[in-house]
């Protein structure tokens, strides 16, 4: 008999989170594999994610050669789609590249093909990082204000990476304003963090970090959090899912993390996948 929590029979998901493009991609292995496997697993959806003005220009471009016909991501019934962001570890580029990408995908959207306006679906990701603190924190702020602006004048959604910065990152969208679909990607805290980000109305993505071992933290929050404001993604090809660890990650991982999820809220696994799915498509608009 099945429990709550098996992996079930093929599921629709969504990896809302994940960087298949450039040399993130070649960490993966052949992307025509990458894609089958993902399809073969159930996910009908990706969210390739840029990280700097170089990765989200390659986003884009990967999301529409993907959909065009004929395509890998065709073939298995695939859709993709992109996100334009500066990552706090870049923020001392500043954001000027990264607006010149989302400018750029808009304007040729009336050449590229009807549905191609639809391409990116979210600023992000970016915010602050004070583990690696690999930009200045004065910079890494300034960056993401600006981007959380950018989200909301464009009418995208908001994809936050925070990381040993939750205060700083709930002030900063306290005084700028929180975008109406605000992701926190790669969810790291625990209950109390989760009950900010629920605070705000944004919604929690969780990750293969929900199967590591030492994760109580992150599963209690994944208890505690409505399904209703629940994503899942890989954050491939970072963060491999138990029992894969060792080995790059790929979207077609997200039905584990997603039965890591449904144990912790005591759920059969395709009502995560439903739930998921749909709170996917309401935050990103696909």
Same mark, same amino acid.
């Given at each position: 008999?099945?429990?709550?929590?098996?992996?079930?029979?093929?599921?629709?998901?969504?990896?809302?989170?994940?960087?298949?493009?450039?040399?993130?991609?070649?960490?993966?292995?052949?992307?025509?594999?990458?894609?089958?496997?993902?399809?073969?697993?159930?996910?009908?959806?990706?969210?390739?994610?840029?990280?700097?003005?170089?990765?989200?220009?390659?986003?884009?471009?990967?999301?529409?050669?993907?959909?065009?016909?004929?395509?890998?991501?065709? +073939?298995? $019934?695939? %859709? =993709?789609?992109?996100?334009?962001?500066?990552? #706090?570890? *870049? /923020?001392?580029?500043?954001? !000027?590249?990264?607006?010149?990408?989302?400018?750029?995908?808009?304007?040729?959207?009336?050449?590229?093909?009807?549905?191609?306006?639809?391409?990116?679906?979210?600023?992000?990701?970016?915010?602050?990082?004070?583990?690696?603190?690999?930009?200045?924190?004065?910079?890494?702020?300034?960056?993401?204000?600006?981007?959380?602006?950018?989200?909301?004048?464009?009418?995208?959604?908001?994809?936050?990476?925070?990381?040993?910065?939750?205060?700083?990152?709930?002030?900063?969208?306290?005084?700028?304003? +929180?975008? $109406?679909? %605000? =992701?926190?990607?790669?969810?790291?805290?625990? #209950?109390? *963090? /989760?009950?900010?980000?629920? !605070?705000?109305?944004?919604?929690?993505?969780?990750?293969?970090?929900?199967?590591?071992?030492?994760?109580?933290?992150?599963?209690?929050?994944?208890?505690?959090?409505?399904?209703?404001?629940?994503?899942?993604?890989?954050?491939?090809?970072?963060?491999?899912?138990?029992?894969?660890?060792?080995?790059?990650?790929?979207?077609?991982?997200?039905?584990?993390?997603?039965?890591?999820?449904?144990?912790?809220?005591?759920?059969?696994?395709?009502?995560?996948?439903?739930?998921?799915?749909?709170?996917?498509?309401?935050?990103?608009?696909?």
């Amino acid at each position: 008999m099945r429990q709550r929590g098996d992996v079930d029979a093929v599921v629709a998901w969504v990896d809302s989170h994940c960087h298949l493009q450039g040399e993130y991609g070649e960490q993966t292995g052949e992307l025509d594999g990458v894609l089958a496997r993902a399809g073969e697993a159930g996910v009908t959806t990706m969210v390739c994610v840029g990280t700097d003005a170089r990765t989200s220009e390659e986003a884009v471009s990967l999301a529409r050669a993907l959909g065009e016909p004929g395509s890998p991501a065709a +073939v298995d $019934g695939i %859709t =993709v789609r992109a996100t334009v962001g500066l990552h #706090p570890h *870049e /923020a001392s580029a500043g954001v !000027d590249g990264v607006v010149a990408v989302l400018d750029r995908a808009t304007a040729g959207a009336g050449e590229a093909g009807a549905g191609a306006g639809d391409l990116v679906v979210a600023v992000g990701e970016c915010g602050l990082d004070y583990h690696y603190d690999h930009a200045p924190r004065d910079a890494q702020r300034q960056a993401f204000a600006a981007q959380v602006e950018l989200a909301a004048a464009r009418d995208l959604a908001l994809v936050i990476h925070t990381r040993e910065a939750w205060d700083d990152t709930f002030a900063i969208l306290a005084e700028v304003g +929180v975008p $109406g679909r %605000t =992701v926190l990607h790669c969810f790291t805290g625990g #209950p109390a *963090e /989760a009950r900010r980000a629920l !605070d705000i109305g944004a919604y929690v993505s969780f990750s293969g970090i929900v199967t590591f071992k030492n994760a109580d933290d992150v599963r209690q929050a994944a208890t505690m959090c409505p399904l209703d404001r629940i994503l899942v993604e890989t954050d491939a090809p970072f963060l491999t899912p138990v029992p894969h660890r060792g080995a790059p990650n790929e979207p077609s991982f997200v039905p584990l993390i997603g039965a890591a999820v449904a144990v912790a809220k005591g759920l059969p696994v395709a009502e995560v996948a439903a739930a998921t799915t749909a709170n996917a498509a309401a935050a990103f608009r696909i």
